[in-house]
């Protein structure tokens, strides 16, 4: 087993050295360790509060697997741990789904992925900071308690527009637990912009300082790092250079401070995100395939 994950861990150093955390499989609590010839795995079952702010970002019952494979045929290897995956598994319902998050430059084995049925989702996306001095825009502003109505409003928008690619969703809840989260978390706690149009708010940036991102930061070889939450602009503001610009806000705040990454997710079917996160130096990490089950 430990010979699996020394071997992985040299494929995916080799394929891309930002990655980190690939040379252990660390089991918790309510994970299920399990091998086959060359692989190794983790299996748990995310099962997520309706009511909570997470149940607008994935379906309510997530089955997810961390895996491990080497050897002479790594795409094999980790077919057949998908195989004993999925025939162990147990699904009590409609509207279940799988998740295996993989390192999107260990494209080796990821075929194995493809022709079981599951289609890559969504990317963590790594760009490097370095301090350059200020960026300043006169209509880019830190937001305050009177933008709170406007960055839940632009929140929802974001999380509605991502629902139509199949993983995140618009609940019943959704606006609540976002209102209470930009009220207890993000005004608070957390780095936020927002960009004036015509004297009306039409953008926003949220950044999860170091502090607060270590959930995700520990997926990256570099630190300290900053996790770019929340982008979004209006319809009726873009092609303005609104979001360039707010990005860039954002970008040259975390590296006065010393972050030496961002770190965002995009859906890669957005026709919209997936370009520009590109344009603006951002590349894949890991990528997060899924397969809905009916």
């Known amino acids: 087993m430990d010979d699996v994950i020394r071997g992985h861990a040299s494929r995916v150093r080799a394929a891309d050295p930002l990655v980190a955390g690939q040379d252990e499989l660390p089991e918790s609590v309510g994970e299920k360790r399990f091998a086959v ?8 079952v995310d099962r997520i509060n309706p009511a909570s702010v997470r149940a607008s970002w994935s379906p ?3 089955h997810r697997l961390q895996a491990r494979v080497a050897g002479p045929d790594p795409e094999a290897a980790l077919g057949r741990l998908l195989d004993r995956w999925l025939h162990d598994l147990r699904v009590d319902g409609p509207g279940e789904a799988l ?3 993989w390192p999107s430059r260990d494209t080796v084995p990821v075929r194995a992925l493809a022709v079981r049925g599951f289609a890559p989702v969504a990317a963590a996306a790594v760009r490097p900071l370095r301090w350059e001095g200020p960026v300043i825009y ?11 109505e406007a960055l839940v ?6 999380v509605a527009y991502d629902a139509q690619f199949g993983w995140v969703a618009v609940r019943p809840s959704t606006p609540a637990r976002i209102r209470e989260s930009v009220a207890m978390e993000v005004l608070p706690l957390e780095w936020c912009w927002v960009a004036e149009v015509a004297g009306e708010v039409a953008g926003c940036v949220i950044v999860q300082p170091p502090e607060r991102s270590t959930w995700i930061g520990r997926s990256v070889r570099t630190a300290p790092t900053a996790y770019l939450g929340v982008m979004y602009v209006e319809p ?3 092609g303005q250079g609104v979001g360039v610009a707010l990005t860039e806000v954002a970008q040259a705040h975390a590296a006065a401070q010393g972050v030496a990454s961002m770190i965002l997710h995009h859906a890669l079917p957005n026709p ?9 130096g951002y590349r894949p990490l890991t990528t997060q395939w899924v397969r809905h089950l009916q």
């Open 37 to 44: 010839r060359d692989a190794v795995g983790l299996a748990s």
């Open 60 to 62: 309510l019952v997530v």
């Open 99 to 101: 998740s295996v998050t």
């Open 138 to 148: 006169p209509w880019i502003r830190p937001a305050t308690q009177g933008d709170a």
């Open 153 to 158: 409003r632009m929140y929802v928008r974001l």
């Open 236 to 238: 009726s503001a873009r």
């Open 272 to 280: 919209l995100s997936t370009p520009f996160w590109a344009r603006r």
